[in-house]
């Protein structure tokens, strides 16, 4: 019983923190659930990589308060979003949108995995143009008579 | 071929030595977050006035018609101290007006902190909630914005002043900016 406690203990420190306090949340819990799914995508300006969700910093409780307000206001989760960026950028959004500042960075991947298959047909086809022609006659008798130790 | 391709790993690393050396000695800040406030109207906000240190709050008019060194503090901020002296010698130059935004503070520590130290601000609005803050984008204090005389933010400074951005950055920018409005 008290290894089974003790495990269970383990297993609930190892849940990701959660920095939002009752007295934050809202009465109505499909709005509470829409502020707490906004709030782990928004980065928390102070900690810079750790989301308002899970951040105890003053300010991204703050932000918690203010995601509140507007769905509490009537916003659409994309509302809200870009009321954020448009004071702090979308540096805030911890995903950054796909735009053209962007492009390399989200196609980054893609263009890894060009390059890493334009390596692998490049050698590829050298291995097989380098594959080794059948001897010459001429090879064949030097090759027995290294085989046989016999004078060069 | 084969040959010039043994090179390739010395070349990576001298690559990727000159991409450090550049990002080492720059004067990059990789923390700071760029503000989106630049070349863009600064918030028009209404502030309460700071009870008890005999300036005005703020309202959105006031950002207008002068360069405005607009500074974020509060009375528990050390680095707001240790910029405070700097703020005082802008707040005697003809050219630039200082107001000051008291964020997250309580009245009394912030009239207390003005009383000890002098006010440089010509006027001051009370933020108790953090929310103008958020307005400005900030992180923290102490932040500071200034401000064109049509009301557009121009430069965004993130933590204490100092005498060095002061005499390089700061003091050649509202130069310019108060030759081109006149």
């Not at chain 1, 089974?4 to 809202?26: R, T």
């Not at chain 2, 000159?18 to 918030?43: G, H, Q, Y």
């Not at chain 2, 207008?64 to 010698?89: D, F, I, K, Y």
């Not at chain 2, 200034?146 to 965004?156: E, W």
């Amino acid at each position: 019983m008290r290894a089974l406690l003790a495990l269970l203990l383990v297993l609930l420190s190892a849940l990701p923190s959660v920095a939002v306090q009752p007295d934050e949340m809202l009465d109505d819990p499909a709005l509470e659930q829409r502020a707490r799914a906004l709030s782990q995508i928004v980065r928390c300006v102070v900690c810079q990589n750790e989301s308002i969700d899970s951040s105890q910093a003053s300010i991204a409780r703050d932000l918690r308060r203010l995601i509140r307000e507007r769905l509490l206001a009537g916003d659409s989760d994309q509302e809200v979003l870009d009321y954020l960026a448009a004071r702090y950028g979308s540096f805030i959004l911890l995903e950054p949108p796909f735009d053209p500042s962007t492009w390399l960075l989200w196609g980054a991947p893609v263009l890894v995995l060009l390059l890493g298959a334009a390596l692998l047909v490049a050698t590829l086809r050298r291995r097989r143009a380098g594959e080794a022609a059948p001897l010459s006659a001429e090879e064949e008798r030097r090759l027995d008579e290294l085989l046989r130790g016999g004078p060069q | 071929m084969p040959r010039l391709l043994v090179l390739l790993p010395v070349l990576l690393f001298l690559a990727a030595a000159a991409a450090f050396a550049v990002a080492l000695l720059s004067d990059r800040r990789p923390d700071a977050i760029p503000s989106v406030l630049l070349e863009r109207p600064a918030p028009a906000l209404s502030l309460p006035a700071l009870v008890g240190s005999g300036v005005p709050g703020i309202e959105p008019a006031t950002l207008r018609g002068q360069v405005t060194l607009v500074n974020l503090w509060a009375s528990w901020c050390l680095p707001c101290q240790a910029e405070h002296p700097l703020l005082m010698q802008l707040a005697s130059r003809d050219e630039l007006r200082v107001i000051g935004i008291d964020w997250k503070d309580k009245p009394g520590d912030a009239t207390a902190f003005l009383a000890r130290l002098g006010n440089p601000f010509a006027a001051i609005g009370v933020d108790e909630s953090g929310r103008a803050g958020i307005e400005w984008g900030i992180s923290g204090v102490p932040e500071s914005f200034l401000v064109d005389r049509a009301g557009i933010v121009r430069f965004r400074w993130v933590g204490a002043l100092d005498p060095v951005m002061l005499e390089e950055t700061l003091l050649p920018l509202i130069e310019q900016l108060n030759e081109a409005g006149s």
